[in-house]
């Protein structure tokens, strides 16, 4: 895709507000407490934009900044000479460049004495902060290596509460330190999608009106996919077509599958190291709300029996961890632990199985509305009144509701089916279960949005309850 316009900054005021105040102290305090600020969230999610605003306020006020990027190829080389290097390069004067020859001439050399060394340098660094103002910004702190995070810590131990620091560090997980002084001091932003509101900002111009209602429904708010988005159809569509909103229902299968092409292979897979295997994982759950280990071992095999063979539970959560790592799920607490994909992330992925292989989603929905069937008849037999069936018959709800849309059942008739499947199920239920269904349902907005509910459904089963 051609980069056609700058995707402007919106939102965020939480995080600016807080970044604003620290770079107002900085030159004038000597004594910095919440110095440390962590930035997470998914690939795309705005997390170097936000660092690239964080500069410019920083440049505004005369504060040097110093950005270390762990994507860059030499930090992938040697990510603690990188980053050595780059603080160096900005931090100058006659003892910290002694200090930087005798660490670089004693690399590899005299083991020994080389710890005692790296001291120094680091000691020499923790003196020139102290008076000194200045911002660190760290981007892509998944990628720093284990050593690197000890160093860094190490220094921010040094330099206790007596600097003129303001750290940043984005990356798709927080880091964790091992210092409880150091966890104390730190700020985390988790990055979410936009609201609807500033997600339409992301719009290049007033010409992009008409279909901003129509972006937001495919990507939820995710600016990476947004911006990409606007970009191909600035590039396919906005200058030929009078009536945009209708061009885009025309060409949506277009863009998403444009979108994936790009998105997908760049953000989402990343650095992960099986990525056939992944990228099926990845496609096959996007329809799942709710998943665990278990479930992913017998729907995996039923999927794609060539790339997964017969999965065994230890190794369907060996994949599930390497999904965790990239920051694409979310812990999610059942009988057993579970997960749920991020939304953004995960609408994408609906909409691109949806696109280019409808067969395989409705073949999903299928086997999850039967696993869950299964899965609330075995639970009522060991215990009739246990929580965890309420979940599972949510959850078949939703996979039957789905597999009824695609195959073009309309919403008053899936109404109406809904209404009887709970009156059957209810007949299992006492009161507790009725109140637990009751109160589920009423937070659950994509149930809700489906069919369309005005509150008739939430009355219909206030009234069996009742």
Known sequence: MNLIYRSRFVNRETELKFITSKLIALPTSRRNFDFILTVSGVAGIGKTSLLKRVEQEAQAKNIPVIWITFDAPEAKQDNLLYLFQQLIQTISNPTIQSAWQEYESSRGVVEEAFPFVRDRLIQTLV??????PMVWQFDDTHLMSTEVREVVEDILTHIGNDHRLFLIMAGRDTVRWNSFELRRRTRSFPLASLPKDAAQQLAPDALYAPITDQM???????????????????????????????????????????????????????????????????????????????????????????????????????LTRQVAIQTYLIKWHSGRMAYILEPPVRQLLYLDLKYRDNRKLQQIHEFMR????????????????????????????????????????????????????IDQQFTHYQLRERNHFLEELKRDTIILEILADDRTLIDHVTRIVE
């Open 127 to 132: 003196d020139e902060l102290v008076d000194r």
């Open 216 to 318: 937001y429904d495919l990507t939820r708010g995710y600016p990476k996919a947004s911006v990409m988005a606007y970009e191909w159809i600035a590039n396919n569509l906005a200058t030929k077509t009078a009536n945009l909103s209708q061009a885009l229902k025309s060409h949506e299968s277009e863009l998403i599958l444009a979108l994936f092409d790009d998105l997908f292979e760049q953000y989402i897979l990343g650095d992960i190291p099986d990525r056939a295997k992944t990228s099926q994982l990845l496609r096959y759950i996007s329809p799942l709300r709710r998943f665990d280990d278990h479930l992913l071992s017998n729907l995996l095999p039923a999927l794609n029996k060539e790339l997964f063979a017969e999965l065994s539970i230890l190794e369907a959560r060996s």
């Open 370 to 421: 039967n696993w869950y069937k299964q899965a609330i008849d075995e639970t009522l037999q060991k215990d009739a009144s246990s929580p965890q069936s309420v979940v599972y018959f949510l959850e078949y709800l939703y996979h039957y509701m789905e597999l009824e849309r695609l195959t073009g059942r309309s919403v008053e008739t899936i109404n109406q089916a809904i209404r009887q499947k």
